[in-house]
């Protein structure tokens, strides 16, 4: 069972309430001996966490990670690994208004339908705020596949696609995704990008994303079939992020309209090596990593919070209506960017020791 | 761990290879009591097989079931059932060719990196022979939540895109889908699919496919945050199936182009029931059934079998080239139907016995 | 995967070492709408904390548990219950002995093997002072079983046999348990139990106990046949206790020297209730309770750590001699009382949640 | 969950009951390129089936496993090997009585409460039959331990207390344990036991038995703490068999009697080797394995069917009695011997598995 816990060798498990004092996570299974310091995890929290830029939520998290168990003399001990982050700028001004209604787009419906109670503080235990536990565990996953598979591992996410407006993929620059404030990998997009948020927001409204992850680096072998596959964990992973609905990989929802000869990736040897012609098939074939970038994408749907007016009901089950005021990001996709990244490097950490169990 | 077994109390555990003598799986944690007959699992697995029209491979399987245990004067008992089909016209001849050379889009090239040995004969484990288990298990799962929840539970896939054709969703009709070839829910399209797909074979090609699994009297509250969404699981099913390349729920992807007023539902009051005006979250919120019917869709890759000849390596690493002749789908996708509606039916199942475990 | 999580439908996780700032544990998948407060939890955790009497560790701890999440306006959620308990007098003056010396009968050896790397202060993870963490969630489960079975649920352990004495377990009387600092249920024992655990702390030795669990109350039939029988939860859940090497079930190991006449429990109809005339099954029977009571006990070796002189090795393989000063409990068994109550405890909610799932 | 599968990463699955048509389980997680025939595991079937000698039961079983997937060309895959051994000999002529009545000692009371339904028929799902398939799968698990540890590992059962009877286990010699019915590891026992059990089965009685099972070769560092300890794996395992009540690691239970200096293993380097002068430990510290011997034992209660007449209830609730007549064993632990091997092969395999997953 793994209701809040992710993974199988590797595993990670979060707790913790949007507005309740604290909010956490215990990381187990971490191999022994690995250099790891508060600074590794601290830097992906600075990431993801909100009050950054004008087009995040305003609401000012220090996403200060401690760690409490789990490493000592600055290396893991194979035990587990318990990190805690502080709630501090949880305001309680517009807990009436969803205290008593059910958002649209949310889960305050159908938690109080399912559990009788809930936490509706700031969205509780649904709110996106657990996603910061998310990134400290995958902070931890990338720093012990640095040591394990060496520099060559790397994961890199980018927004790709921002409500209507795409950009160039070929124009792909990690620099660049580090010194925008919406991780877009096109230099040519940022402008338009800009104005139209910045117009999104003016309207009260929200728009939609879809995040690319793109992991260099990876082992042939990484998989686990029939149903550990390397894609299947990959989309159960990505699926379980707020407000995801739909997950790609390689060319994704695409390939269905691909003949069979423009789809599968033709492979040559070049100097000694396997190399494939192209990369539909995102790096995995039938489960297992073959050894090309692992490419994943996903959509983030439009964040459901908004000014604009909705029609709804309340706890009583009448008919009103809700306009959702307080700090919310225009497009809660941006920030998914670091939290992809997370989930997938745990998922390759986790099938590489999975496969170095059986296959080593 | 689950490399071959899927589900949490509700399980299945296949095994088996394409041109072994034989394959089969166990399903684990099923409730007892339940009448179940070999004729309920014989009707899903029928309309899966191979050779029902010139639409799909000519390879001959009666696919009959044979239940070995866990069943008792016409009952579940809760122990084991055991189920299993034999291989009946496993054929040899195209053996030599996939022996040696790793055929593009397949896992021929992954499978014997990982493993460093294979069974090449008709694809061994990575065919999509082993999704016959699945849907055994999947129509056992049907029976269960038919009794569970009532006749009120349904669940049924169409393709809703045959590679570059797609069709009028609005005219899903479910009498339809029974009675062509394709799975097609839509009558204005069958004409033109049929000529496309004869053309597609002819050409010695193959095409994708998106297929759409539609769930409904299901009950609100199913699905176990955080790592255990009711969509991040179904989300895990449906792209372990062979050729499967991106999964949606409800809107799926296009959310990503949606404004947050156009996309959350909203919801009313009618006659004293919660009603939701639109369903671009696939019935499902914050991971958790809403009441509305489930939505997924995924689509299928073209078949990586074809004629037309492609370049590859062989098991020396030397450049080749490969022509895949034999008994071919020439859209694999047709046949994931009942393996999609196998799965979810699997997963809601789950999802059903553990919300009764926390909640009820 | 278990490695720091125990349990199935009802799990806690646990994280901590010894001396570092805290211990804690999340316990998920406990059903909501469950009163619950510090204090339920505080009444369990008094009962095994060190330094309440002379006969148990120096070591002054508060054990004080904070509930960091899942509970909301006093009731539980249903989202996962993080608990910490900080780590007040951790004194590190006898740090240096067995930093570089295995105490014989510790995991020092093992963990140094086979991690390559241990947090030494004070034993680190493999220290008894995880299972305070166990308590807290076993009191978690007893608040649980006890509104869902209801009052008639308990579970009462006591010390049988203390080093070489026993006790005459036809004298067990809960409130004597309940006031003496041995967990002894036997009045006429207790003063012969203080003059010997005097003398073996005098003489720099320690001994070992027995202790056993009885659980009253429990339902029919909960168990899971074949690899999760409630018997064989039992036993890793009561093994995995630090110190414990022998689990009996009812009549236990004794059952070896029985008859089938004389170990075999007749069944009669008294009143029309099922009622058996003996109860050397200890309320299991193949796996599943028989609405008996569950007697389970367990063997806890005595303290390794003595201030006698023992042979060993340090770190670099050298022979030398060790003689360990500090606080210790010159028999550990006697606080394993509320730890094997609580390991118990959690396998029966565990056990009564799935029973729900699959038959209810 | 594990209803019927046991393991983590060497995982196995059984079905089946005693009187259908076959049982059967499926192993996954088996390392690939392991030689692997049918008759490396006929051996250890043969140990364990019944009809072999007066002293166990007289029903003929051929016990033929028949492997259906996982291998080929003699080698292992890496996919699931899932085994089939057919019932032949299964007699009806008993049913009636067990049908409507409850043998004490027996499951028949708490699965008919379970469930509220059973297969009668020779016990079903409950009978000592589903244990075929476990020494199977051990088998398996012992060829890959021969073949990843290397020939020095071995692990050997014995029955040493066969009901009031005990041996010198001084004298244990692994030649004798093979060449006399009993698994009598002491040669002067011999003639004692087999007079003992004649009169025992003469009396329409039956007697218990204690089993010791001894694995050498076992590298240091296996085990996972805390939760997956490797005694506490080992635990659960041998508490899983039928009719097994109480489970010893080294010392087991008597460790309560003894003082911390005789129960603790000092160390010493002889040679450059680290030595224990004792192995009160049974070769687990920590939960880690520390090099030495695993030494386990358990108790099996005796054969609860039995001739002579007891007291029970029916299906209906009335008083009844009961004697069991058709093919016993009279001492069912005997035949536990290759069971007892079988589980904690399959334990030990799967920590080797774990621990070169985390640590190597």
């Known amino acids: 069972m793994s209701f809040n816990t992710f993974g199988k060798l590797f595993r990670f498990t979060t707790w913790g309430e949007s507005h309740g004092p604290a909010i956490g996570c215990v990381v187990d299974g971490c191999p022994p001996n690995i250099p790891l310091s508060q600074k590794d995890i601290q830097m992906d929290m600075n990431r993801r966490k909100p009050g950054k830029s004008k087009f995040t939520s305003q609401r000012k998290e220090a996403d200060k990670v401690e760690i409490l ?27 009436e208004t969803i205290k008593n209604k059910f958002r649209p787009g949310h889960a305050d419906y159908t938690y109080f ?10 969205g509780g235990r649904q ?35 921002l409500g209507v407006l795409g950009c160039n993929k070929k124009n792909w620059n990690e620099r660049i995704i580090k010194n925008n404030p919406f991780f877009c990998p096109d230099k040519k997009s940022l402008r338009l990008w800009e104005k139209y948020l910045l ?72 100097k000694g ?45 009448r008919n009103t209506k809700i306009s959702v005021r307080g700090r919310h990001d225009p497009c809660v996709g941006i920030r998914a960017v670091p939290i992809g990244e997370a ?17 080593s």
Chains 1, 2, 3, 4 share one sequence.
């Open 343 to 359: 989930m997938i490097s745990c998922v390759l950490l986790d099938h590489y020791l999975m496969h170095k169990a059986q296959c």
């Open 273 to 317: 090596k396997a190399k494939f012609k192209s990369n539909n098939a995102g790096g995995i074939l039938g489960g297992i990593s073959s050894g090309q970038d692992i490419i994943a994408s996903f959509a983030v749907k439009p964040t459901s919070s908004i000014l604009n007016t909705r029609e709804t009901i309340n706890r009583k089950g």
């Open 69 to 95: 168990s789990g490493v000592f003399q600055g290396k893991t001990t194979g035990t587990p690994i318990a990190m805690i982050i502080y709630n501090k700028d949880a305001k309680s001004r517009d807990y």
């Open 127 to 161: 709110s996106a705020r657990e996603t910061a536990s998310r990134v400290a565990a995958g902070a931890i996953a990338k720093t012990v596949l640095n040591k394990l598979i060496g520099k060559k591992f790397k994961v890199t996410g980018a927004v790709v696609q």
């Open 199 to 270: 117009a999104v927001r003016k309207a009260g409204s929200s728009c939609g994303a879809i995040i690319e992850i793109r992991a260099s680096g990876i082992p042939v072998g990484l998989g686990a079939p029939i149903y550990s596959k390397l894609d299947s964990d990959i989309a159960s992973a990505l699926m379980s992020i707020n407000a995801v609905k739909g997950v790609n990989i390689g060319a994704g929802m695409n390939t269905a309209f691909l003949s069979g000869e423009d789809n599968s990736d033709e492979i040559r040897n070049i």
């Open 113 to 122: 339908l399912k559990y009788g109670i809930r936490d509706y503080r700031g």
